[in-house]
């Protein structure tokens, strides 16, 4: 392999987690308008947000009275997005992929700050 395929294949793995991270953020949108939209417009200090690790995007759902949870795991390489099973581990099971656009859009419609658009249908 030369030094240029070695750059353009970087430069493409790059432009996926890049990709994955803006539509985890864009999930977080989703979720905090979702809550609002059931709730008259007040968000009651909920926040949803990432923290990274090496593997996986964990979108994180904290309340106004500072209690966290895990709302959903991402794949930081694949785009992957997973049901939490624990704090500290997805459950079984790919629900959606936010690389994939028909995946994506569908999950976007689907949703709501609960999380039940996680489950297998």
Known sequence: MTFTEFKQQQD????IQLNVRKYALMLCDALIENFKSRNNGKDSGYKFYIESGRKYHKL???????SR???AFIDQKTGDVFKAASFKAPAKGVRYNVLN?????E?????DWAGSYLYIR
């Open 12 to 15: 493409a793995r790059n432009t």
């Open 101 to 105: 656009i028909e995946s994506r859009e």
């Open 60 to 66: 994180i759902m904290e309340t106004g009275g500072g």
């Open 69 to 71: 949870s895990v709302h």
């Open 107 to 111: 999950m976007f419609e689907r949703a």
